[in-house]
């Protein structure tokens, strides 16, 4: 039955839906080679996402944040207005300079705002949650020890200044493991990632072909084409 | 006469007190604690990020002016950069070309820019081997870099003559499409070395599986870590995150992209010892210390 | 060529073939899949759970109809669960190609509980840069968004009355399938202490565990799995059945078990022939 509430499907649903499943089925035949269905299909994907970004883009971040201040008499918008239109000159070399200035606004403001962030959210409050107690006496104590171990030793191997000999080399070599089992781990849940958007496709086209089987054993019984 | 055992009692200590008097603390994620912010000029919870950041720009900045006047930094040699060497002699002898990817992000994205710095270094090395270096490229403004990039490495060399812009040409900037053109390249002309540094996605391990097929030395670099595994499994060497903007530092011996290393090696050090710190006061039952670090 | 140097050099398609089969085969006979609930998708579900009718939880839905499989489930079964028990919903976008999924989400679920716009949920709408624009919803959420999603001035919806930035929300929920997540994380919760749960596609999960553990997060819905979790909890609560369909992550399942099985064999497989074919080279 349809995925909303046991209806069967419309006429619009199923035209629209059996586009869907045609360029579904367009893609899969990359997996053979590639031919003029899947390019089709990459083109078009390619163009209905950036004509759909272009107008989603005009109407949610230009007409709103330029356009309709302007109108209301809010004059200060024109100095962002500027400065946008500045980084059109890129594209010119002789005036390609202009741009920097507006290059140098954002870039700059856009470091201001993100370095100390970053620094406290993936530097200061990771360190401050990995200073864990060590210890024998319980599990989760015994498993700090690894965690401590394992952060230790990658920061080893991404230290430049001394050669990996020694005991530090041997460290640096326990830190390359370890980040091999989290580049396993990685891998493990892109593999289940891409398995889960297969899986949704293939079920999408068997509730498809199940819903087509009976709308046309409707048409063809009745001779009514289901609104 | 024998030395005092100091090393080994200490161990025996510190494993007697692990295994039966260390403190059990609450691992657990603490329930949510909901606060709200206020506008302030200066946010005085915040006074560990500004002297942590602190610390880091003058580490920075220390090494940079140390570069600037010409000390001589120690970095360590990267394992992949002795394969690139490796591979261009052995491309001289077979008589085949080494093919060049730069990834598929602009010249804005740091791993173009080190992408491009490792570029200049092995066309400089090629040249000598007279060695053709296919550089096949994804992003238009990318091509002009590199061709200035390949040119210079000629002219390093001595070999002005020997450069061939021909060799260094524009695809498509679909990810894809670059890939499947790339992929093409492998599978006529055969080069005896692929070299693939910059950023990628998820057309890495297309490129890397045709390069493979084809018997090629492959020596890739990203700082994308979802790529990594790919180019782990398929090339030869890898260059992994940091490295890659470690060999561009490492080849070019720019003071900046030196300085800038020297000072991230320098905090990593602070931060190794502070862990060690912390985590030992943590065993013994001590929390002012990680507190600190602790952002409200 | 003996069988593992067969198996070594093998044609991709082959795998492929197999894959699908499984898949299809699969696809056409079901089979109930037992479920363990991870801790981190429970916390999600209990918090939601600890809210109070007529409480204002924030959702920021950034993904486009790429990570829809994985996703859409999360937006659903958070979605009717919020509804059921009066919880009222602020929405956002910050994904140039995510309105439209919101949207359908949003009109489905509130025609299934008779809930009105601008009093029971108010959809913001999408703006680009989302660093910039969750910057902007810590000072108020009129800054990037004067209007909702339909062009009603916020000031005019009755729900928006009292609802100035994220200290007026109890939470915030994202789910996302790019670097939005990053930008929550750092602005939203590093710079104005939200409280933030996510909801990501299977790549990305590794990547947050991190912020599970510093207690940056206090939950984390991961894949499709994590949605399949969160649906099962959903299905014991009440909130969804599967009468009327709405478990799509979980009726995925069985075809995430049998393809990774399969999977797996073909490593181990490849994986011997590896080292039986080093062997042999090391031999000679």
């Known amino acids: 039955m349809s995925l909303e509430e046991g209806k069967i499907m419309g006429t619009e649903e199923i035209i629209w839906n059996a586009v869907a499943t045609f360029l579904t089925l367009c893609i899969f035949t990359f997996l053979y080679k590639d031919n003029p269905f899947y390019k089709f299909a990459e083109h078009l994907v390619v163009g209905v996402s950036a004509g759909y970004f272009a107008v989603i883009l005009y109407y949610n971040g230009f007409v709103p944040k330029l356009i309709t201040p302007l109108r209301q008499g809010e004059w200060v918008y024109i100095i962002p207005a500027i400065l946008g239109l500045m980084i059109w000159t890129r594209f010119s070399k002789k005036w390609s300079w202009i741009s920097r200035f507006s290059l140098a606004f954002y870039i700059g403001s856009g470091t201001g705002f993100a370095i100390p962030l970053y620094m406290q959210n993936y530097v200061i409050r990771q360190l401050s949650s990995t200073m864990l107690p060590v210890g024998f006496t319980t599990w989760a104590l015994f498993t700090n020890i690894l965690i401590i171990i394992g952060v230790l030793s990658a920061l080893i191997y991404f230290f430049f200044s001394k050669e990996h000999t020694g005991f530090f080399g041997g460290t640096a070599k326990v830190g390359i493991w370890t980040l091999m089992v989290g580049f396993g781990t990685g891998f493990g849940l892109t593999v289940m990632g891409r398995v889960s958007l297969l899986a949704e496709r293939v079920v999408f086209l068997r509730e498809y072909f199940i819903e087509l089987k009976y709308y046309l054993y409707i048409l063809f019984k009745y001779g009514l084409p289901l609104s | ?211 493979f097929s084809t018997g090629a030395i492959q020596v890739a670099g990203t700082a994308n870590i979802h790529q990594l595994p790919f180019f782990v499994v398929a090339c030869d060497y890898t260059l992994i995150g940091e490295e890659l903007y470690a060999a561009s530092a490492y080849l070019s011996r720019e003071p900046k992209l030196l300085g800038s290393l020297k000072g991230s090696d320098l905090a990593k050090f602070l931060i190794m010892i502070i862990l060690l710190l912390g985590v030992v006061l943590e065993s013994f039952g001590i929390t002012k210390f990680s507190s600190w670090f602790f952002v409200q | 060529m003996n069988f593992y140097e067969q198996i070594m050099n093998l044609d991709r398609r082959w795998v492929y073939l197999v894959i699908g089969l499984v898949v299809v085969i699969t696809a056409i006979f079901p089979f109930d899949v037992p479920l363990y609930v991870t801790p981190e998708v429970r916390s999600v579900y209990d918090y939601v759970e600890s809210l109070n009718p007529g409480e204002v939880l924030m959702i920021g839905v950034d993904y486009a109809p790429e990570a829809m499989a994985e996703l859409h489930p999360m937006s659903y079964a958070i979605t009717r669960q919020c509804f059921k028990r009066d919880i009222k919903l602020l929405l956002c976008c910050l994904h140039q190609n995510g309105p439209g999924m919101v949207e359908q989400v949003i009109s489905q679920v509130s025609k299934e509980y008779n809930k009105v716009n601008g009093v029971d949920y108010v959809y913001l709408g999408y703006k680009p840069y989302p660093s910039i624009t969750i910057l902007a919803m810590g000072q108020n959420f009129r800054i990037p968004f004067p209007e909702d999603y339909y062009g009603t001035p916020l000031d005019s919806l009755p729900m928006m009355g009292g609802i100035t930035n994220y200290d007026n929300v109890k939470a915030i929920l994202n789910i996302s399938a790019g670097s939005a997540t990053e930008y929550w994380i750092n602005y939203a919760n590093g710079r104005y202490n939200a409280m933030l749960a996510i909801g990501v596609t299977g790549v990305m999960t590794s990547d947050y565990y991190p912020f599970l553990q510093s207690g940056q997060i206090f939950g984390l819905i991961g894949g499709m799995k994590g949605a399949a979790e969160y649906e099962h909890l959903a299905e014991k609560g009440g909130y969804i059945s599967r009468e009327k369909d709405q478990l799509s992550a979980y009726k995925s399942m069985p075809i995430q078990t049998t393809t990774h099985v399969v999977v797996i064999l073909f490593i181990v497989i490849g994986n011997i022939g590896f080292f039986l074919s080093k062997r042999k080279k090391s031999r000679i």
């Not at chain 2, 560990?48 to 090494?63: C, E, K, M, P």
């Not at chain 2, 791993?111 to 238009?140: H, K, R």
């Not at chain 2, 070999?159 to 040409?169: G, I, L």
């Open chain 2, 1 to 211: 006469m024998r030395e005092f055992p100091w090393r080994k009692i200490l161990l025996l200590l510190l494993f007697i007190y692990l295994t039966f008097f260390s403190v059990s603390k609450a691992i657990e994620t603490e329930p949510p604690v909901e606060t709200s912010s206020a506008v302030q000029w200066f946010n005085p919870q915040r006074i560990n990020v500004f002297i942590i950041l602190i610390l880091f720009f003058a580490f920075v900045l220390y090494f940079i002016q140390r570069a600037k006047k010409g000390e001589s930094l120690f970095v360590r040699r990267i394992a992949g950069l002795d394969a690139i060497e490796e591979a261009a002699g052995r491309a001289a002898e077979m008589g085949k070309p080494i093919l060049y990817i730069s990834g598929i992000e602009d010249m804005d994205n740091l791993q173009t820019v080190a992408s491009m710095i490792i570029l200049g270094n092995v066309a400089e090395l090629v040249a000598s081997y007279d060695v053709p270096l296919l550089v096949p490229i994804c992003v238009p403004f990318v091509l002009t870099v590199a061709e200035e990039s390949v040119k210079q490495g000629y002219v390093k060399a001595g070999r002005p003559e020997a450069y061939n812009p021909n060799n260094v040409k524009y695809l498509t900037q679909e990810q894809f499409a670059y890939a499947a053109g790339v992929s093409g390249i492998m599978l006529r002309e055969k080069p005896a070395a692929n070299f693939m540094f910059g950023s990628f996605f998820a057309e890495s391990l297309l490129m890397a599986e045709t390069g």
